[in-house]
C-alpha cells in the first residue's frame, strides 16, 4: 500500500493543529463558516485517529509514542494535548447548547439557497439535519471514551478531573439528543406499484426484461422480512407509514430524510434524569435520501462498535435508543442490498447509474448505493464472489468519475467533484424563504473508503491486491488535491490539483473534506494493522517444506551434530530456534514460515556438503 496511512495521519495532525491555532487560540471554521457539523469535522480530525488507532493514542500521555507527540507539538507536550483538548470539546459542546440546555444539530452555513437571489432565512439555517446528528455520535462516543481512559490519569488532579467530569456530561446529552434526532429522521415511504416512484424501482430491479406485475411480486417477496420487521417500530418516526404495506400493490423505501421528518412523534425518555431540551418539530419530506441514510448508517455502526461495548460507553437509556436503531441500521442495509443485487444475472447496481425512484440518475448515487451494499456484506460476511461484483462496480466508478482516468476536455464527471452533486432539501420552504439545498463534493473519499473495506473483507490474497492497488490509484488523486499554500497546507481540499479544468479556489482547509479522508487513512491503518492474508497454497508449501527441514535435522542429531564442536552446535542451536518459530506461524504468516524453513533447509546442506567434502577429501 503506497499510502502509508501512519505517515499521512501524522501530516495531517501536523497540519490540523498549525490551522486552528491562531496567536494560541482554537479558532473555529475553515473554508465554510463555523456551524455545529465543520467543528465537529474538525475535532474529528484529531479524535477519530487518537481513539481508532491504537498507536495513534493521546489518553496516556506517558505512553504516547514519540512521533505523536511530535506531530502536535503546537498544541502543547504530552501531558499538555489531552488537556487542551478538554477545553476545546467542552467549548465546543457549550457553543452547540442553546441557553434552554437544548443540544443544536442545525446545518447553518452548510445549507444553500435553490433560488440565486435568496438567502436561507434564520429559521432555515437553524434546522436540524442528519449530518450533524452522525457527526455528534462519532464525536460523543470518541469524547466518552477518550474521557474513560484519561480519567484514569488524573488521581491527583483534582481541578481537571472537574473538567472531565463536566465535559463527560456534555457529551452523554448531545450524544442521547443525536440518537433522539436519528430516530426521529428515520422514515419509510410507501407507494403504489402503478405510481411514477413504483415504475421508477420496478425498472431499475428489472434487469431482465420480465413482466412488471411479476417483478412487483419478487420485489416484495425478497422484502418480506425487511417489511415483516418495520411492523415492529414503535419508536421516533417511520411507524405510522409501515401500516400500507400489507397492500400486495405497494412497494417502499426506507431510510433517514435530510432532518425530523414532517410529523416526527416526540420521544420520551425513560430516565428522568436525563434531560436533552426540547425537541424540535420537523419539516422534512417523508422520503429517504441516500446521502444521508449513508451517513446515518456511518454514525449508528459507531454505537455498537467493539471499544463502545468495551468501555461501556452507553447508559441505559442510550441502550434503549441504540437497539432501537439498530434493527433500522439492519432494515435499511438489508433493503437497499436486496435492491442492489436484485437480479443475479446483473445487479441493478452494476446498471450505472444508479436511477432513484423520483427518476434522478447520476454516477454518485450509484457510489452512495454501493456504499450501503459494502455495509451489509460486511456485516454479514459476505462471500469473495459478492465482493469481486461491488470491487468492479467501485472501480468502475473511479474511472467515470475521471478519479483513475484522465477526463476529458469539458468533462461533466468533473462536477461530482467541483461543485460536488446538490441535493433538493424537501419540505425546508415550509418555513418561508427559498427550498434549501445540500452540496456533496465527498466522491473520491467516498469511493477510497469503501475500496479500502471490500479490501479489508475479501479472503482472496490476489483479490486483495488488485484492490489495494485500485485504493492507491485514488489516493494518488486525493494527494493531488491537497492544499500547498497558506495555514491549510497538507489539508484539503483543492479540485484544480487533479483537474486543469477548475479555476480558482480557496486556501482555508475544508474540514468537511478534511475529516473524510482522515476517515480513509484510519481504515487504511488499521487494514494495515491486521494479519495478512493466509493462502492455503502457501500454507501446504510452508508445511512441506517444514517436515523435510524437520527430518533433516533430526539426521543431522541422529549423525552426532549434538555432540560437534561450538560453531556446529550454535548452527543447529538456531536452526532448532527457527523450526520452533516456523511452526508457531505457519497457520497465520505461511509466507514467514516458508522462510524460515527454507534458511533452515539451506544451513543444513550447507552442514551437508561441508561434511561430503570433508569425506572426500580423505
Not at 507536550?77 to 467542552?90: A, F, I, S
Not at 473524510?516 to 491503518?525: F, G, P, S, W
Request: charged letters at 25%; hydrophobic letters at 40%.
Amino acid at each position: 500500500m503506497r499510502m502509508q496511512p501512519r505517515q499521512q495521519l501524522l501530516e495531517v495532525w501536523r497540519a490540523t493543529a498549525r490551522s486552528s491555532l491562531q496567536d494560541g487560540k482554537w479558532t473555529w471554521g475553515g473554508r465554510d463558516r463555523a456551524n455545529s457539523i465543520s467543528d465537529a469535522e474538525q475535532l474529528l480530525c484529531l479524535m477519530t485517529p487518537a481513539t481508532s488507532v491504537e498507536s495513534f493514542g493521546i489518553d496516556q500521555p506517558n505512553a504516547t509514542d514519540d512521533d505523536v507527540a511530535t506531530a502536535l507539538r503546537l498544541l502543547g507536550d504530552p501531558v499538555e494535548v489531552p488537556q487542551r483538548l478538554v477545553r476545546v470539546l467542552t467549548d465546543y459542546m457549550e457553543r452547540y447548547t442553546d441557553p434552554a440546555g437544548t443540544p443544536i444539530f442545525s446545518g447553518d452555513s452548510y445549507f444553500r439557497s435553490s433560488a440565486p437571489d435568496q438567502e436561507p432565512t434564520h429559521a432555515q439555517a437553524a434546522l436540524d439535519v442528519v449530518d450533524s446528528f452522525a457527526m455528534s455520535v462519532t464525536l460523543a462516543l470518541a469524547t466518552i471514551g477518550f474521557l474513560r481512559v484519561f480519567r484514569a490519569e488524573l488521581l491527583r488532579r483534582e481541578d481537571i478531573r472537574g473538567e472531565v467530569d463536566a465535559l463527560e456530561k456534555l457529551a452523554s446529552t448531545r450524544l442521547t439528543a443525536a440518537m433522539v434526532g436519528l430516530l426521529r429522521s428515520f422514515t419509510v415511504s410507501v407507494f403504489d406499484a402503478d405510481s411514477r416512484a413504483g415504475r421508477a424501482l420496478v425498472r431499475t430491479a428489472n434487469q431482465t426484461g420480465l413482466p412488471s406485475r411479476q417483478v412487483v411480486d419478487s420485489v416484495r417477496r425478497a422484502l418480506r422480512q425487511v417489511s415483516a420487521t418495520l411492523r415492529e417500530v414503535t419508536i421516533g418516526s417511520g411507524a405510522q407509514q409501515v401500516l400500507d404495506l400489507d397492500n400486495p400493490n405497494r412497494l417502499f423505501e426506507c431510510g433517514w430524510s435530510w432532518g425530523i421528518v414532517a410529523n416526527a412523534p416526540k420521544i420520551k425518555l425513560d430516565d428522568p434524569d436525563v434531560d436533552i431540551g426540547e425537541q424540535a418539530d420537523g419539516v422534512a419530506q417523508e422520503a429517504p435520501y441516500l446521502y444521508f441514510t449513508v451517513v446515518a448508517l456511518d454514525g449508528i455502526a459507531a454505537l455498537f462498535s467493539e471499544r463502545t461495548r468495551i468501555l461501556g460507553l452507553l447508559n441505559e437509556e442510550q441502550q434503549r435508543l441504540s437497539r432501537a436503531l439498530q434493527i433500522r441500521w439492519d432494515l435499511t442495509q438489508q433493503y437497499w442490498a436486496t435492491i442492489a443485487s436484485f437480479d443475479p444475472v446483473r445487479w441493478p447496481l452494476e446498471d450505472i447509474p444508479w436511477r432513484t425512484t423520483d427518476e434522478m440518475e447520476n454516477d454518485y448515487l450509484s457510489l452512495l448505493v454501493s456504499a450501503v451494499t459494502v455495509q451489509e456484506l460486511e456485516s454479514r460476511r459476505g462471500s469473495d464472489v459478492d465482493l469481486e461484483r461491488v470491487g468492479r462496480v467501485l472501480e468502475e466508478l473511479a474511472n467515470r468519475g475521471r478519479v483513475t482516468r484522465r477526463p476529458l476536455a469539458r468533462d461533466a464527471a468533473v462536477s461530482l467533484h467541483a461543485p460536488g452533486f446538490t441535493f433538493e432539501l424537501e419540505g425546508s420552504e415550509e418555513l418561508g424563504g427559498p427550498r434549501l439545498t445540500w452540496l456533496a463534493s465527498d466522491y473520491s473519499p467516498l469511493l477510497l473508503k469503501r475500496t479500502l473495506q471490500v479490501a479489508g473483507l475479501v479472503r482472496d490474497p490476489d483479490l486483495r491486491g488488485r484492490l489495494l492497488a485500485q485504493a492507491d490509484m485514488v489516493w494518488d488523486h486525493l494527494v493531488k488535491r491537497r492544499l500547498t499554500d497558506g495555514n491549510g497546507r497538507d489539508l484539503w481540499d483543492r479540485p484544480a490539483g487533479a483537474f486543469e479544468s477548475v479555476t480558482g479556489g480557496d486556501d482555508a482547509p475544508s474540514w468537511y473534506y478534511t475529516e473524510r479522508v482522515v476517515e480513509c487513512l484510519v481504515t487504511a491503518a488499521n487494514l494495515v494493522s491486521r494479519s495478512p492474508l493466509r493462502s492455503e497454497r502457501l500454507t501446504e508449501l510452508a508445511g512441506e517444506l517444514l517436515n523435510e527441514a524437520d527430518h533433516l535435522f533430526d539426521q543431522e542429531l541422529m549423525g552426532g551434530g549434538g555432540d560437534a564442536g561450538p560453531a556446529l552446535r550454535h548452527a543447529l542451536q538456531n536452526a532448532r530456534a527457527s523450526l520452533r518459530r516456523a511452526r508457531q506461524l505457519l497457520s497465520d504468516r505461511p509466507g514467514t514460515a516458508y522462510v524460515l524453513a527454507s534458511d533452515v533447509l539451506r544451513e543444513l546442506d550447507r552442514l551437508a556438503a561441508a561434511r561430503q567434502n570433508v569425506f572426500e577429501a580423505d
